[in-house]
Every structure is written in C-alpha cells, then in structure tokens.
C-alpha cells in the first residue's frame, strides 16, 4: 500500500528508504545495495504500521545523527486521509534507530490514534515530549540536520502558516 518513497539517506553503510502509506501507515525499508541473482534488490522493511499509528502516514524526513537514525514523520498537508477523506489531524513523531533497526520512540503521540493489533495502546517517549513537541498544529518534521555536533529540526505549524506568522 506505500504510495510513495518519501526520503532516502544512508546509514550504517546502506540505502534507507522512508515511505508514504495511507492505509497502514509510513514503512522505513533499507537495502545493502546488492544486486540478486534475479537483477533486483533484498530490501528488507524495518518499521512499518507508522510505527503503531496509522495515522502516521509519511516518513518525511530522515538524517543520521552519531550512531542513530533519525526518522521524522508526518500526516500529510496538516490532515490525516483514509479512502481520500480527511479524518482528523495529528502531529509529527521523532522515531530513531540504531545500527540494530532497534526502534525508540522519540517526541510523539503517547496514544495512537489508530493502533493495528499488536502494537501498543500507550507509548512512552523517552524525550518525555508529546507529538508536534506538544503543539497538535506542529504537522511535520520539515528537516533534520546536525551542525557543530548538534541535532536541529524544522518543523511545520499549520496553525501559524494560516495566521501568517512563520
């Protein structure tokens, strides 16, 4: 069901790839860049089901940082669609990754709007910052980079883009 590849970067050495889904939600794949004996690529999925939220639709954005990788998500332009309807919005997830594919929540939801089964009811992110940094208009992570070995995010508020006060 991904609809697009959103980001791609390398880390530890491979090819990741962050998707956009609007059924299950965002997917992170990689891949080592060996061709098979069939002329394809292995990709092998790393995160999928928006990480417990399929109301985490995009893997907007993605950096390495020190010995992680950094995932930043969004919902599209500000609202969440399901079947081409918009059913409500939902701020960015910060998720990082280590040389493992161990997954960690970073800034995000604590309860997912739309949990599949088996993944959890309530999440804790280790950052103790809610979705959007706590700003439910705070859509997505716009850009990640590390400067000066310091890790910087853009974001996106749609509440203050409307106003004009970016």
Do not use: C
């Amino acid at each position: 069901d991904n609809a697009e590849v959103a980001y791609l970067t390398v880390f530890n050495g491979v090819l990741y790839a962050s998707t956009v889904n609007y059924n299950t939600g965002f997917e992170v794949w990689k891949t080592n860049g060996k061709v098979l004996p069939n002329g394809k690529y292995r990709w092998t999925r790393v995160i999928k089901d928006g990480f417990g939220d399929t109301w985490n639709q995009w893997g907007m954005t993605m950096v390495p940082f020190r010995d992680h990788l950094f995932v930043g998500t969004a919902s599209g332009a500000g609202m969440v669609l399901k079947n081409g309807v918009p059913v409500g919005r939902r701020a960015f997830d910060l998720i990082r990754l280590d040389k493992h594919d161990r997954a960690r929540l970073i800034v995000g939801a604590t309860t997912p709007d739309d949990p599949l089964p088996g993944w959890p009811e309530h999440r804790f992110p280790i950052s103790g910052w809610r979705a959007g940094f706590g700003n439910p208009y705070n859509d997505y992570v716009w850009h990640m980079t590390e400067h000066d070995g310091w890790f910087y995010m853009g974001t996106y508020d749609e509440y203050l883009h409307a106003k004009g006060l970016e």
